[in-house]
């Protein structure tokens, strides 16, 4: 009877999901402020400038997201794969 090691892939604790979902969330804002600066813009609005801050702010937000995911991950170290935990136990 053989025993079928895990399949690879990554271990996350509860903290690195949210933050991992807080900047997947805040990419998901700045690119529907994007989509709706360029929709603008085909639309010939003269005011598609007013997007400008708005991107600008929520690409500080994004970048605040990445690093605390980034950092919780250095920190806490609960991102390794699966397989690299097999292979230091052996």
């Given amino acids: 009877m053989s025993v079928e090691p895990p399949t690879p892939g990554l271990i996350y604790c509860q ?3 949210a933050l991992l ?3 997947s969330a805040a990419i998901h804002e700045v690119i529907t402020l994007h989509e709706q600066q360029f929709q603008a813009v085909l ?8 997007f400008d801050d708005l991107i600008h702010m929520t ?3 994004k970048r605040e997201a990445k690093y605390a995911y980034l950092n919780h991950l ?8 699966i ?8």
């Fill in 83 to 90: 397989s690299d935990d097999l292979k230091q136990s052996e």
């Fill in 74 to 81: 250095e920190a806490h170290g609960c991102s390794r794969l």
């Fill in 21 to 23: 979902d807080a900047f």
């Fill in 43 to 50: 639309a010939s609005d003269e005011d598609s400038m007013r």
């Fill in 59 to 61: 690409n500080e937000r």
């Fill in 15 to 17: 903290q690195a999901r």
